[in-house]
Nanobody
Framework: QVQLVESGGGLVQAGGSLRLSCAVS????????MGWFRQAPGKEREFVAV????????LYSDSLKGRFTISGDKAKNTVYLQMNSLKPEDTAVYYC????????????????WGQGTQVTVSS
């Protein structure tokens, strides 16, 4: 089992930045992909980014690449999502997830999920 706990969400003005953290515990392997998803009110959950737990390979949503950066610190068992130039449309619950199969893009590929952290961007 893998446990994931997100933190770092909150209220920020448009143009601001936030860094989300995901504390990882339990049995993980270098082959895992650690991803971030988000779900806005009334919308489906969407892929944000994923990083290989054993290295630095990353994949991003095309629409978010350039503003969001995913990183991982295995020594601290933490995955980060740095979000810059935030927009009101970035308002969502952000979820951390683990894919035992690698760098999944679809939520159906992820085996473990955190509870989510709310990010609200005011205009």
């Amino acid at each position: 089992q893998v446990q994931l706990v997100e933190s770092g969400g909150g209220l920020v003005q448009a143009g601001g930045s936030l860094r989300l953290s995901c504390a990882v515990s339990g049995r993980t392997f270098s082959s895992y992909g650690m991803g971030w998803f988000r779900q806005a009110p009334g919308k489906e959950r969407e892929f944000v980014a994923v990083i290989s737990w054993g290295g630095d390979r990353t994949l991003y949503s095309d629409s978010l690449k350039g503003r969001f950066t995913i990183s991982g610190d295995k020594a601290k068992n933490t995955v980060y999502l740095q979000m810059n130039s935030l927009k009101p449309e970035d308002t969502a619950v952000y979820y951390c997830a683990a894919d035992s199969g690698g760098l999944g893009l679809g939520q159906e590929m992820y085996d473990f999920w955190g509870q989510g952290t709310q990010v609200t961007v005011s205009s």
